[in-house]
């Protein structure tokens, strides 16, 4: 239970990233500095790859931190073996690239910084409890195919798939380990994170967060420069 629990408040946790690179983003366009550095020669292509980079460089600091912390603790599933402390790690690396571009399509949203800072953690928090409470009750009372396509669209909550991510590693990793109390080998489809039943459907839909949230910000940063020359 202590595992599961330090897995469910580490994913928690990095809810409050997203409102930071937020506010930044919005109050660069509200107050003009965005359109300055256009202006001044800047493409919209270095700015928003130069914010990412920035934002990128930024997240590596939580992310040792958790790192760090799942050593410290030796959380079963996360810390037992360098193939999962691994996997551990791209998890939290594309959630830090999925987070801070699903920040970007949202900040065109809001025109306070202060409203979309709190806005995003407001929701963020509200929305993967609720994600994760409905997800667990539809295993029990749905059909398979209804708590599935749940489950897929709660994929494009990246905190909910970092949280998931975890949820997955702990509980097999406590499995294992219990098997191996009784020196019964652990079945790959629990000791393997790469698999698609363990981690592999959250790195696919990581990857598909990144393409669609990059998109999505790119066309509405295009709309809004085009509404401004005409």
Known sequence: VFAVMTAYFAGNAFSTIPSLVVNFIVTERTNGTQRMQIIAGMGNIVYWVSNLLFDIIFFLVPFFGALIMFLALSTPGIASSAEEFFATAILLLMFGASIILWAYSLSFLFEKASTAQSFIVTFQTISTMLLLAGNSLLVY?????????????????????????????????????????????????????????????????????????????????????????T
């Open 141 to 229: 009372f749905a059909s398979d195919s209804v708590a599935r396509i749940v489950r897929y669209i709660s994929y494009l909550f990246p905190n909910y798939i970092l949280i998931d991510g975890f949820m997955k590693l702990v509980q097999n990793g406590v499995f294992c380990q219990n098997l191996k109390k009784i020196d019964i080998p652990c079945p790959s489809k629990y000791s393997n994170p790469f698999l698609m039943s363990n981690l592999g459907e959250n790195f696919l839909f990581q990857t598909i967060d990144i393409l669609l949230y990059g998109m999505i910000a790119y066309f509405f940063d295009r709309r809004i420069r085009q509404k401004k020359n």
